[in-house]
DNA sequence: TAGGCCATCTGGTCCT
DNA sequence: AGGACCAGATGGCCTA
């Protein structure tokens, strides 16, 4: 039941961030003993380097400098995790946008296509509609023979129908343009992906 | 319980 | 310098 459909469900637990990763038992904390072990060991060894370093009365400044430069770098590291966060999760709008045109991909009782799944989809089914918009201007090409290949992506000079004059709507001027679906009514092919003959839709998940 | 999928963090690289 | 993008690592959740 698509548990894993809400990306927010569990994404972004921006109190995540309210944690020092040194310090914390986030994910982050949690995660990546190495990970988390350089970057706190890079923070630690340049506060012990600095630190232990010169001496006298500078020391105290430096101190200082260091914890705000510590500070500092916790809190870009913060904004750069919650940048790659929107980016991410701006990515997965996308891909739930790609999901939603997708045949086939959404229903009650259907699982919510992964990542992988939904791009391998997205290219077969690009594919299959290419290959029957082929089809397609072939057939139309035998019926109406040299008539429709004249009017049919003409050579830029006003639309020809075959039934006589274009469609007022579209006026003198317009182009048919290859690869664009045509808005006359004979070139009018349903746009239902749902409509898809059963025979072609195998190509999907190959 | 293993495997798949995912979110997040993080460091590196490239671009503006 | 700062932001975008990318890939690797890691842990959590879910399902067979």
């Not at 982050?28 to 232990?52: D, Q």
């Not at 510590?70 to 891909?95: F, S």
């Amino acid at each position: 039941m698509n548990s894993d459909s809400s990306p927010s469900s569990r994404a972004s637990s921006p109190d995540m961030d309210h944690h020092h990763p040194v310090s914390s038992s986030t994910q982050a904390g949690k995660m990546s003993e190495s990970k988390s072990a350089s970057s706190s060991s890079s923070v630690e060894s340049s506060s012990s380097s600095g630190g232990g370093g010169g001496g006298g009365g500078g020391n105290n400044k430096l101190k200082l400098k260091k914890q705000v430069t510590e500070e500092e770098m916790y809190q870009l590291r913060l904004k750069i995790n919650g940048r790659e966060r929107k980016r991410m999760h701006d990515l997965n709008l996308a891909m739930d946008g790609l999901r939603e045109v997708m045949p086939y991909a959404h229903g009650p009782s259907v699982r919510k296509l992964s990542k992988i799944a939904t791009l391998l989809l997205a290219r077969n089914y690009i594919l299959m509609l290419n290959s029957s918009l082929d089809e397609m201007k072939r057939l139309v090409g035998e019926i109406y023979g040299g008539q429709h290949s004249a009017f049919h992506c003409g050579g830029g000079g006003a639309a020809a129908h075959p039934g006589g004059s274009p469609p007022a709507q579209l006026g003198s001027g317009f182009q048919h343009w290859a690869g664009l679906p045509c808005p006359c009514a004979i070139c009018q092919v349903p746009n239902n992906p749902e409509h898809v003959p059963s025979s072609k839709l195998h190509i999907f998940l190959i």
